[in-house]
């Protein structure tokens, strides 16, 4: 299924700050703070549509945002050369100010979340957090995202495995979508609906555009479409659509495995801005 795998591969080279790729992101207005996402950018040979190192317009133009708070070096050094050598599909989205990314690791279709802004100070951030709640009261109903498939994705010869993008989009629909908007843990998935319009190339920028079309007390309903391409064009028509309903745990189940209990009238408030939602009281 994978044309490549590591361990037929040469070994990836050291990721040096020095090397043109940084260079080039320090020359953005961000500076370091791109740093990590560039240094997490695939080698050329797993992904040869992008140089390597290198930031597609598209994400730069995502990341650009002046509300970004710095990047965390999350990973080591040593961590981001084996990760960058996995040919790693990655996928970036900002939520409410905050960069999210998606990663496939290896062949698995097994996606992880990791939040790129922690910041170091976390009462700084919660301070900034605070502010711009206030100044945006209503939750973001809609965000979009853009990122690759890389060939451990692969399913039909140069496209993704409808496995690994139902995988995807249930990640995007959980986590991105309700679990953060609701202001939660994330939500789990009761149903999920995907719709293969056409295949989703490998290696190629796809963007997404996901939002929660309802949300009523437990439940939201959140949506992702994939599109081919890094622009965003009207006419465009997307490769994959996605819906489903995700369900908030009851108290009594999150209670029971030691998390957080959130009751608070603030959250379902927030929760009662969507789109024919608003019933907002908590059923939980
Ligand atoms: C750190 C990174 C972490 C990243 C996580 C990303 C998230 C990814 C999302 C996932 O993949 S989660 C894993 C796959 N999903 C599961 O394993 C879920 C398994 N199912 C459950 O745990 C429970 O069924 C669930 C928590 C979803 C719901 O349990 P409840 O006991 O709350 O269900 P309940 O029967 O009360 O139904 C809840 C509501 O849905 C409604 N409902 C039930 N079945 C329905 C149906 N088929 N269609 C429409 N509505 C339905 C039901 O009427 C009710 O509405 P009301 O509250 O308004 O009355």
Known sequence: MALLTPV?????????PSDPPFAYAHNLPLEKKFEYLVAVQPDARYFP??????????LIELLSSPDLLPLKHAWTNEERKGRAANGQSRF?????????????VKRAVRPWVRRYLQPSDWSAYAAEDA???A????????????GYFTEFCEGPPGFCHGGSIATFVDMILGFGTSGILMRTQPCRTLTLNVTYKQGVPLGGVIRLHAGVSRIE???????CNLYAGA????????????????????????????????????????????????KGGSKL
Not at 93 to 102: A, E, L, T, Y
Not at 135 to 146: C, I, M, N, S, V
Not at 245 to 263: D, K, Q, S
């Open 131 to 133: 502010r711009r709640r």
């Open 8 to 16: 037929d591969a040469p070994a990836a080279p050291l990721l040096d």
């Open 135 to 146: 100044e945006e009261p209503k939750p973001t109903l809609e965000f979009w995202g853009a």
């Open 49 to 58: 549509r992008l140089p390597s190192g290198t930031l597609h317009p598209v």
């Open 217 to 223: 007390g437990r439940k939201s309903w959140p949506y």
């Open 231 to 278: 622009r965003k064009e009207e006419d465009a028509k997307p490769l994959i659509m996605s819906e489903g309903l995700f369900v908030a745990p009851r108290n009594e189940y999150l209670a029971r495995v030691g998390m957080e209990v959130h009751t608070g009238a603030k959250d379902d408030e927030a929760a009662g801005h969507g789109k024919g939602g608003g």
């Open 92 to 104: 970036y989205f900002r939520v409410d100010g905050r960069m999210f990314s998606v990663l496939f």
